[in-house]
């Protein structure tokens, strides 16, 4: 049994974003560690976010989802303090984890606003946490939650907005979409392959499909990045090119890979892949994104159940999420 004035403090952890065209610089430079970044490529990004509407949505949309999330945990019984922090930019992982603190957070929960575990993506976020803590010799029990793409209410909020996409697509054409499902590219070295980051790919895709009527699908990857060497694959590009050349059915994207909006959702495939098939951009089409939307927080909501156990589904009864904790983590 917790104390009465236990109050667990909720932290969504991401990479961040540029909010405005003016931080685009400073924002390379953090994800580049550092290392100066030429000028040619600072006008590349800061024209790529003007087409998207001058900035990213995804911190606005992050800072969304923790005030949801706290207000739904709240009405189900759970008093709760959820915040919102970044690797980089103004939303930091510092600024939200003192916020937390200040709003009376007795124990913190870290989750990261992704459900797939990298050491080269998570694992930074969580070493930052870790970090911060030792700083400020911050005794509180935490524990850090990853790998919640095997939660099953993902897989079934996915399959919802796919069906439903595909239903209306169906009736429009006369034949369903066939499904490209999309996740972020990553280097593939043979000295350190992502196979743990594409076998939860993988998983989620699984679970997806399950839950949906047969379609033809198929899985790419998007967003290569600057590094040198070969990226996982294949490329959406080709992968969507080739589908609308070869059939005259509609194709729906399916990026699940990602929670919300961002450069890679908005520029990567709305404009950049929409370019490059052309007139055939009209059988292109893409499931919406999930953002701050009912989906994502009963989400979360389940992924938590286990660590906060007093918060209550819609049924009364205990959320079922099984969240792994990353390695190392510390319990409570």
Request: net charge positive; glycine share 10%.
């Amino acid at each position: 049994m917790r104390p009465a004035d236990d109050r667990p403090g909720i932290l969504l952890v991401a990479l961040g974003a540029p909010d405005t065209l003016d931080e685009v610089p400073e924002f390379l430079s953090a994800i580049r560690g550092g290392r100066p970044t030429p000028p040619a490529l600072v006008g590349e990004f800061v024209e790529r976010y003007r087409e998207i509407g001058g900035g990213s949505p995804l911190n606005r949309i992050g800072r969304t989802v923790a005030r949801r999330l706290e207000a739904r945990m709240e009405l189900g019984g759970r008093s709760v303090v959820c915040r919102y922090g970044t690797l980089h930019g103004a939303s930091s992982v510092e600024q939200g984890y003192d916020d937390l603190l200040g709003a009376g957070a007795t124990r913190v929960v870290v989750l990261p606003w992704t459900p797939f575990y990298t050491p080269w993506g998570v694992g930074r976020y969580l070493a930052r946490v870790r970090a911060l803590r030792r700083r400020r010799s911050d005794l509180r029990p935490v524990g850090y939650f990853t790998g919640w793409h095997s939660a099953p209410g993902l897989a079934r909020a996915w399959a919802r907005r796919i069906a439903a996409a595909s239903d209306s697509l169906a009736d429009r054409y006369g034949e369903p979409p066939t499904l490209l499902f999309s996740a972020h590219s990553l280097p593939d070295r043979p000295d350190d392959p992502p196979r743990p980051y594409t076998n939860q790919i993988d998983a989620l895709r699984a679970g997806i499909e399950q839950a949906l009527a047969p379609h033809r699908a198929m899985l790419a990857y998007q967003s290569v990045g600057r590094a040198e060497g070969p990226w996982l694959g294949p490329a959406v590009e080709a992968e969507a090119d080739r589908l609308l050349r070869s059939t005259t059915a509609p194709v729906l994207l399916a990026p699940i890979g990602f929670l919300a909006d961002n450069l890679e959702i908005l520029y990567d495939l709305d404009r950049a892949l929409r370019r490059r098939v052309g007139e055939r951009a009209e059988r292109l089409y893409r499931v919406p994104s999930f953002n701050a939307d009912d989906d994502l927080v009963a989400t979360l909501m389940e992924v938590l159940g286990p660590v906060i156990p007093a918060l209550r589904g819609p049924t009364g009864s205990a959320a079922a999420g099984r969240p792994q904790p990353g390695a190392g983590a510390d319990r409570w």
